[in-house]
């Protein structure tokens, strides 16, 4: 597609419940990243993939949290057994190759436990 | 920290006038970009600077790096009122892949 397309963009769960939230990059990146942003703070690493290879998992806050990426394209992070604090807009970027590449970011999901 | 951080936290500014943020980092980089979001969902990228380099320009916006300093500014000539939002630097470290980011600078364009 012409962008990041994140989807859905706005989800509302109850506290407990398990969500998926999905990515679709832009054909042809190789490098796919996800962030959380907390109401007026900065980006929290989460997760990145590059190619085929392992994932850098070191930015998942808890086991609750993970994340895949299929065939090279799309992306889904999955949250299990929400909580409140979970509560954020979860972001995706991707890029032509991990190395000396600008990101390209979807307009995020809005993620609200209650 | 490991992550860029910006400052100041906030700028407000009269139209028209320049806008100077500024990042520091303490890791070695690959390069440090600079990216703007409006409304508090997706960033733009606006420019990229590599740890060889030491000035950029696009447009209104200069990009300075000084990696001896571990520092970056960002500078917007000319403001508009379409410039109010927040600014972020990230750095993609030397020793991974991972691109950080700093906690950003909110900018006000004051007409």
Redesign the interface.
């Given at each position: 597609g012409a962008g990041?397309s994140q989807s859905p963009s706005n989800k509302v769960t109850e506290k407990g419940k398990d969500v998926e939230l999905r990515c679709d990059p832009i054909s042809g990146h190789t490098?796919l990243?996800w962030?959380r942003?907390s109401?007026g703070?900065?980006?929290e690493?989460l997760i990145?993939f590059?190619g085929n290879s392992a994932p850098?998992k070191s930015?998942l806050p808890s086991d609750r949290f993970s994340a895949e990426r299929t065939g090279g394209s799309v992306s889904t992070l999955t949250i299990q057994r929400t909580q409140q604090e979970d509560s954020a807009?979860y972001?995706c970027?991707s890029s032509p190759t991990?190395?000396?590449?600008?990101?390209?970011?979807?307009?995020?999901t809005r993620l609200t436990v209650v | 920290s490991q992550q860029g951080e910006e400052d100041p936290q906030a700028l407000s500014i009269q139209e028209g006038e320049n806008a100077t943020m500024n990042c520091s980092y303490k890791t070695s980089i690959n390069n440090l970009q600079w990216y703007r979001q409006n409304s508090g969902r997706g960033l733009v990228h606006l420019i990229l600077i590599r740890s060889n380099e030491r000035e950029k320009h696009s447009g209104r916006l200069r990009v300075t790096l000084d990696t001896s300093k571990k520092s970056s500014s960002l500078l917007i000539t000319a403001s508009r009122a379409a410039d109010t939002a927040s600014y972020f630097c990230a750095i993609k470290r030397n020793r991974d892949d991972k691109i950080i980011f700093g906690k950003g600078t909110r900018l006000h364009i004051l007409p």
């Open positions: 990041v490098a990243y962030y942003q109401l703070q900065g980006l690493f990145y590059q850098d930015g807009v972001l970027a991990g190395l000396g590449s600008g990101y390209t970011f979807g307009s995020g | -």
